[in-house]
């Protein structure tokens, strides 16, 4: 087998590879400016579903400053389909636990968190999905937030 086949047939395995964890796992991340998330900054997180058989995970990740003073993040969601059927609910990130302590993983000066939002999710239809978030926090600024993300994930 000439060398340059084989290179060839390398490459279109791993471009098929990478496809594939594309499909079973997607993330789509804000970092934020001065570590600062405005109160009308609305993100937006557009997915490609595919596989509209299998179940899936959304979570959120969250990272923020270890001097976060709010103990959680209240938002609303809105996730709108293909064919443009919108699905809405209000979500409450808990950032510390009742006793104060962080409800996620601290790395040096932040706190990290992977927070389920939906467990067990069957998609209608294949095709991009768009997801906004809007936190809710009676404030026009929220100093303390880094970085907000969507993973969506085969379960």
């Not at 790395?107 to 968190?113: C, Q, T, V």
Request: proline content about 5%.
């Amino acid at each position: 087998m000439p060398k340059s086949f084989r290179t060839i047939l390398f490459l279109a395995a791993m471009f098929a590879l990478n496809a594939c964890q594309l499909d079973n796992k997607q993330e789509k991340n804000y970092v934020f400016e001065k570590n600062t998330w405005h109160r009308f900054n609305i993100l937006s997180f557009d997915f490609l579903v595919r596989d509209i058989k299998s179940t899936y995970k959304i979570s959120a990740a969250i990272q923020v400053s270890s001097d976060f003073e709010h103990s959680s993040i209240p938002v609303h969601v809105i996730m709108t389909s293909p064919g443009g059927e919108e699905r809405i609910w209000e979500q409450n990130f808990p950032i510390f636990k009742d006793d104060g302590k962080p409800a996620g993983k601290v790395k040096g000066n932040f706190i990290e968190l992977e927070i389920p939002m939906r467990i067990k999710h069957k998609f209608s239809e294949s095709g991009n999905y768009l997801i906004t978030i809007e936190q809710v926090i009676p404030k026009y600024d929220t100093p303390g937030v880094v970085s907000f993300g969507i993973r969506i994930e085969k379960e």
